[in-house]
């Protein structure tokens, strides 16, 4: 008998609480406008999805992704299909936690990745993509109880992967970005960067993956 796990809607799919089977991702994605589910890539459609329907991501062929969705909304009926990666906005699974700590007080600053998401954009005929855009979303945080401030300098690197009919592997491209924040005593805040990757007009690509990213803290000072 196949083990079955109850995820609540935070982890697997943001519509309500469903039991789904132990084996699905917890990769998501947001459909970009209204598509054709299908039973296998290029098989007999199954059924449709609207726009912004939130699916589980379980694997991919080719230019076809495999999906799972709660059908009806608002059921706990969840069905797997497939449909074009093209209308598909794929959200990746969450990274690590960072922390250093101010050499004074030992009180530390941490980091960690509350979201990634991987946003493509066609070219103008439609076949393949232009460019990509990783959107990270990060917390910064600190137990510093003193009545100073502590400054602290954070980064975030994004590692891409791509791919298409004429390339014989898939190809990385990376991009870093920093910032600094000032925390008093127990601050925490929110923020994201956005990562731009543009492909040659030379080069076909079809296909692109977040390969990692990760955000560390490159040093704390008290002020």
């Given at each position: 008998?196949?083990?079955?796990?109850?995820?609540?809607?935070?982890?697997?799919?943001?519509?309500?609480?469903?039991?789904?089977?132990?084996?699905?991702?917890?990769?998501?994605?947001?459909?970009?406008?209204?598509?054709?589910?299908?039973?296998?890539?290029?098989?007999?459609?199954?059924?449709?999805?609207?726009?912004?329907?939130?699916?589980?991501?379980?694997?991919?062929?080719?230019?076809?992704?495999?999906?799972?969705y709660i059908n009806p909304p608002g059921t706990k009926q969840v069905k797997v299909g497939w449909i074009e990666s093209s209308r598909l906005y794929i959200r990746a699974p969450t990274g690590a936690r960072d922390c250093k700590s101010?050499?004074?007080?030992?009180?530390?600053?941490c980091i960690s990745v509350s979201n990634k998401s991987l946003d493509c954009n066609p070219n103008f005929d439609g076949d393949g993509?232009?460019?990509?855009?990783?959107?990270v979303?990060?917390?910064?945080?600190?137990d510093y109880t003193g009545?100073?401030?502590?400054?602290?300098?954070?980064?975030?690197?994004?590692?891409?992967?791509?791919?298409?009919?004429e390339m014989y592997s898939w190809r990385s491209d990376s991009s870093t970005q920093d910032n600094n924040y000032s925390l008093y005593?127990?601050?925490?805040?929110?923020?994201?960067?956005?990562?731009?990757?543009?492909?040659?007009?030379?080069?076909?690509?079809t296909r692109a993956k977040i390969d990692s990213v990760n955000c560390t803290v490159n040093s704390v000072n008290m002020w």
């Open positions: 008998m196949q083990s079955v796990k109850c995820f609540v809607k935070s982890v697997v799919l943001v519509i309500s609480i469903a039991c789904v089977p132990a084996a699905y991702a917890i990769v998501t994605g947001l459909t970009t406008a209204a598509v054709i589910v299908h039973a296998t890539p290029d098989g007999k459609p199954s059924g449709t999805l609207k726009r912004g329907t939130l699916v589980g991501v379980l694997g991919t062929s080719g230019k076809w992704v495999k999906v799972m101010e050499y004074k007080t030992n009180a530390q600053v993509y232009r460019s990509c855009e990783v959107t979303d990060y917390d910064v945080s600190t009545g100073s401030y502590l400054d602290a300098d954070i980064e975030c690197e994004a590692n891409i992967e791509h791919t298409g009919p005593a127990y601050a925490s805040q929110s923020d994201s960067f956005t990562f731009d990757f543009s492909f040659s007009s030379f080069e076909k690509v």
